[in-house]
């Protein structure tokens, strides 16, 4: 049985999920087949792949949405899943606060809600209409949903979509704090393929099978990535690698090594790095804004 969340030596690596050779069919059509995979606590596993290449029926596989049609999806028993989906059904014409928004899908204490909401770092959007947040501030807000539920496991469908560099960067961030905190094991879908966080310990590259996987490293080396997404693509692959060395502040400002306090974290301060995996011309997206 599964203990309550805390990052505990007891329970580091233990199994959350497994698929073995999973595989779903639809109307006589694979959408994915012969999936293997893991997800242990404290991990991060990242799957890739192209449109319609069986990520999300992947992830929703693995926490039990759909039944896989052969193969078998083992989950410790008593697992508790934390899910953001790729779409969220809001009637953006409604009001809605962000209060409102983390109990539509299961009851909470407003303490509770504060918590998961300051720990997301939008504690000061509880009032705010969720029409009026921009792309990164309604990603935490669901992932401060998500959170609500103490998960073991945490699965993320797309969660930096619709941000922008620096926000991704950021929210980044947050996913490796909160895996760093609570221990959980994080299962996170990308459909960029050009920016794969570097804290991620493996990723799987779909397309309708298993492509390839490994360290970010490895599968951006890989012969069958470059095959399937081309020369230049894998060269333009770029990791996301954030040197810890300052804090978001709940209010929005950056407070950094030396004690000081920004408006904004600048990338030519230096903070945010991305490497190429070879020199190319191809920048990667968001390239430039790292420099
Ligand atoms: N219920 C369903 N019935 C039939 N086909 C489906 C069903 N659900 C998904 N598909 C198809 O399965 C394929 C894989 O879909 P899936 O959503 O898993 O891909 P994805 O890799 O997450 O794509 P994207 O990056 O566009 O979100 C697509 O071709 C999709 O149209």
């Given at each position: 049985?599964?203990?309550?969340?805390?990052?505990?030596?007891?329970?580091?690596?233990?199994?959350?999920?497994?698929?073995?050779?999973?595989?779903?069919?639809?109307?006589?059509?694979?959408?994915?087949?012969?999936?293997?995979?893991?997800?242990?606590?404290?991990?991060?596993?990242?799957?890739?792949?192209?449109?319609?290449?069986?990520?999300?029926?992947?992830?929703?596989?693995?926490?039990g949405v759909i039944q896989p049609n052969e193969g078998h999806v083992h989950r410790?028993?008593?697992?508790?899943?934390?899910?953001?989906?790729?779409?969220?059904?809001?009637?953006?014409?409604?009001?809605?606060?962000?209060?409102?928004?983390?109990?539509?899908?299961?009851?909470?204490?407003?303490?509770?809600?504060?918590?998961?909401?300051?720990?997301?770092?939008?504690?000061?959007?509880?009032?705010?209409?969720?029409?009026?947040?921009?792309?990164?501030?309604?990603?935490?807000?669901?992932?401060?949903?998500?959170?609500?539920?103490?998960?073991?496991?945490?699965?993320?469908?797309?969660?930096?979509?619709?941000?922008?560099?620096?926000?991704?960067?950021?929210?980044?961030?947050?996913?490796?704090?909160?895996?760093?905190?609570?221990?959980?094991?994080?299962?996170?879908?990308?459909?960029?393929?050009?920016?794969?966080?570097?804290?991620?310990?493996?990723?799987?590259?779909?397309?309708?099978?298993?492509?390839?996987?490994?360290?970010?490293?490895?599968?951006?080396?890989?012969?069958?990535?470059?095959?399937?997404?081309?020369?230049?693509?894998?060269?333009?692959?770029?990791?996301?690698?954030?040197?810890?060395?300052?804090?978001?502040?709940?209010?929005?400002?950056?407070?950094?090594a030396d004690g000081t306090i920004t408006e904004h974290c600048h990338p030519e301060?230096?903070?945010?790095?991305?490497?190429?995996?070879?020199?190319?011309?191809?920048?990667?997206?968001?390239?430039?804004?790292?420099?």
């Open positions: 049985m599964l203990k309550k969340q805390s990052p505990s030596p007891e329970t580091a690596g233990e199994m959350l999920v497994e698929m073995h050779n999973a595989g779903v069919s639809r109307s006589g059509r694979w959408l994915v087949r012969g999936v293997d995979l893991s997800v242990r606590r404290g991990e991060i596993v990242t799957l890739i792949g192209p449109n319609g290449s069986g990520k999300s029926t992947t992830a929703k596989t693995a926490i410790a028993p008593g697992l508790r899943v934390g899910y953001v989906p790729q779409k969220v059904a809001i009637d953006w014409t409604l009001p809605l606060t962000v209060e409102r928004l983390m109990t539509l899908t299961a009851p909470a204490g407003s303490a509770e809600i504060k918590a998961a909401l300051a720990a997301a770092g939008v504690a000061h959007l509880a009032g705010r209409q969720v029409a009026a947040l921009s792309g990164g501030e309604f990603q935490r807000a669901l992932l401060a949903r998500a959170m609500l539920r103490k998960p073991d496991l945490l699965v993320l469908d797309e969660p930096v979509q619709g941000v922008d560099f620096t926000g991704e960067a950021a929210l980044y961030e947050l996913i490796r704090e909160i895996r760093d905190r609570t221990g959980c094991g994080i299962l996170m879908i990308s459909h960029d393929l050009h920016i794969v966080m570097a804290d991620t310990d493996t990723v799987i590259c779909l397309n309708g099978h298993v492509c390839c996987r490994g360290a970010p490293q490895s599968v951006m080396d890989s012969p069958e990535y470059r095959k399937l997404f081309g020369t230049r693509a894998a060269e333009a692959l770029a990791l996301y690698r954030h040197h810890h060395d300052h804090t978001h502040l709940a209010d929005g400002r950056v407070r950094h301060d230096g903070h945010h790095h991305h490497d190429h995996a070879c020199a190319s011309d191809t920048p990667a997206k968001g390239a430039n804004n790292a420099r």
